[in-house]
Structure formats: structure tokens, C-alpha cells
């Protein structure tokens, strides 16, 4: 059974911290590994990775996947108080592009 | 791009009621949609796969009686929920994968619709 675990399950940092989480994965047929984030309302797409070594970045966002470990890692620095969320790691693997979700990271921003 | 949209985002109703849930790919053809169930500090977990024209794939535990399925064309799949108690009432979220050819592509979410039933 395909399985996704994030750490750490919670978070709480200053303003202009940076941070890293975690995200680790078991999967037969491993295709992509995603990473969204969750304010109030459903996911918004971050980053899609494929692709181990390759760092993919968006501003203050960047991610990397390391498939000979079977994880990754979701970095943000000069973390703001928008950046309050829960993060989740998906796995995308199997011929029906389904994702299996970890439980996600509640990140809380303090100013 | 890349937009979802779901319909309603709040549905309050009694108990014994049937509940239909919209999701609509606005700007992109979705050859498969997908339709998941979030309770509170918890994950997405997924329900069905639904692939137009045909019938949805539901996952392990999921009664597809209950939850009826149903993606007519490239940009709409409705979610059923028959004769709704207490215990249906959660947070369901809807999201699309776009028709497109070469290799895996993310799945972009509805805003979700919070079900409560009394």
C-alpha cells in the first residue's frame, strides 16, 4: 500500500524564520511526488517533482526530491505570516494518476 | 488557468436528504476527475475516480450506492450523496487532472463543499 509521511506535523515560527518539511514516501510505482498548500478553503498547487536533484523554486518556495531516499523536502524562507498553512505531500503513482496525501504540516507564522 | 470550480460551498440540510455536489474544469478539458473527503486536521482522502464517460472507480470502503458518481462531458462531474445522515456530514473536495498527452499532471482542486447534515 502506497504511503506518505510528513513531518513535523506542526510547526510554530517567527516571522522571517526560514523553514523546512519533510515529506517521505513508500510506492510501487512511483510517478511524481506534489506538494500543495491548504489555507481555509481546498489545495492550491506548489510544486510537481519528478525528477531527483533538481531543485524546483517560486520566490521564497523551493522543493527537491530525492528519490534514493525516497523524500523530499519544502523550504521557505523569510517566512511571512501569509505563509500560514497546511502543507501537504501527495504521491502520485499507478497508471490512474491518483495521489495518496500525507496528513500535512500546520505551519502558523507569529509576527 | 487551471481553474476548478465547485458548487455549492456550503449545503445545510435535514437528515434523509440527497445532496448533489457540481465540479466544474472552467478552462481546461479534465479527462478525469477525482472526489475526496477531508474531516477536520485531517487529510484529503480519496473517495472515487471519475472518468468521463464511464463508470467511477471507488476506493476501498466507499459505498457507491451512497455516493453516486456521475462525469457526463470533459468538464463536469456531479457527486451524489444519497439520502444524507449525520455522520456524511464533512468536508468534500472535488479536483480535476487536464487532458494532456506526455506523462503526469497535477490534479487542481475546487474550493471544496462543506456538507452539514441535521
Not at chain 2, 470502503?61 to 450523496?81: M, P, Q, R, Y
Request: with cysteine; proline share 3%.
Amino acid at each position: 500500500e502506497d504511503k506518505v509521511v510528513q513531518s513535523p506535523l506542526s510547526l510554530v515560527v517567527h516571522e522571517g524564520d526560514t523553514v523546512t518539511l519533510n515529506c517521505s514516501y513508500e510506492v510501487t510505482n512511483f510517478r511524481s511526488l506534489l506538494w500543495y498548500k491548504q489555507e481555509k478553503k481546498a489545495p492550491t498547487f506548489l510544486f510537481m517533482l519528478t525528477s531527483s536533484g533538481i531543485e524546483k523554486k517560486s520566490g521564497r518556495l523551493s522543493s527537491i526530491l530525492d528519490k534514493k531516499e525516497l523524500s523530499s523536502i519544502l523550504n521557505i524562507t523569510a517566512t511571512q505570516t501569509g505563509d500560514s498553512a497546511i502543507y501537504l505531500c501527495a504521491m502520485g503513482g499507478g497508471s490512474n494518476y491518483k495521489l495518496t496525501f500525507g496528513k500535512g504540516t500546520l505551519l502558523t507564522v507569529n509576527p | 488557468g487551471a481553474v476548478v470550480s465547485q458548487h455549492p460551498s456550503r449545503v445545510i440540510c435535514k437528515s434523509g436528504t440527497s445532496v448533489k455536489i457540481e465540479c466544474r474544469s472552467l478552462d481546461f478539458q479534465a479527462t478525469t476527475m477525482f472526489w475526496y473527503r477531508q474531516f477536520p486536521k485531517q487529510s484529503l482522502m480519496l473517495m472515487a475516480t471519475s472518468n468521463e464517460g464511464s463508470k467511477a472507480t471507488y476506493e476501498q470502503g466507499v459505498e457507491k450506492d451512497k455516493f453516486l458518481i456521475n462525469h457526463a462531458s470533459l468538464t463536469l462531474s456531479t457527486l451524489t450523496v444519497t439520502s444524507a445522515h449525520p455522520e456524511d456530514s464533512s468536508f468534500y473536495i472535488c479536483s480535476a487532472r487536464e487532458r494532456r498527452t506526455g506523462g503526469f499532471q497535477p490534479q487542481h482542486f475546487g474550493d471544496g463543499t462543506r456538507l452539514s447534515i441535521l
